[in-house]
Nanobody, 124 residues
Framework: VQLQASGGGLVQAGGSLRLSCVLSGRTFNMYHMGWFRQGPGKEREFVAAITWNSYHKYYSDSVKGRFTISRDNAKNTAYLQMNNLRPEDTAVYSC??????????????????WGQGTQVTVSS
């Protein structure tokens, strides 16, 4: 399984970006997908997750109401729509995939495959 994240960039506070994550090598709809981020000098943290059938979506409190996770199984792609961005959202964003959350979608140890990350920088 390979994951390729894209869509990062530099944006002013209040702006929007949409990240994409393409999965290849296996059937996309076998996997739940997650987005994590790691800011400068910070540990990696959970952002959002979505089940294979899009029935359940989960968000961290810090992004709830501003970010939306989605997926298109026909395109083997997961998305993270980020609106009303803040400087504290600046981070490298990585997508991840797993067949089973094992009870905890917000832990990075629950995921088996990771993309390389895409940089998001929000200026004030």
């Amino acid at each position: 399984v390979q994951l390729q994240a894209s869509g990062g960039g530099l944006v002013q506070a209040g702006g929007s970006l949409r990240l994409s994550c393409v999965l290849s090598g296996r059937t996309f709809n076998m996997y739940h997908m997650g987005w994590f981020r790691q800011g400068p000098g910070k540990e990696r943290e959970f952002v959002a997750a979505i089940t294979w059938n899009s029935y359940h979506k989960y968000y961290s409190d810090s992004v709830k109401g501003r970010f939306t996770i989605s997926r298109d199984n026909a395109k083997n792609t997961a998305y993270l729509q980020m609106n009303n961005l803040r400087p504290e959202d600046t981070a490298v964003y990585s997508c991840a995939a797993t067949e089973y959350f094992n009870g905890n979608y917000s832990m990075d140890s629950s995921y088996d495959y990771w993309g390389q990350g895409t940089q998001v920088t929000v200026s004030s």
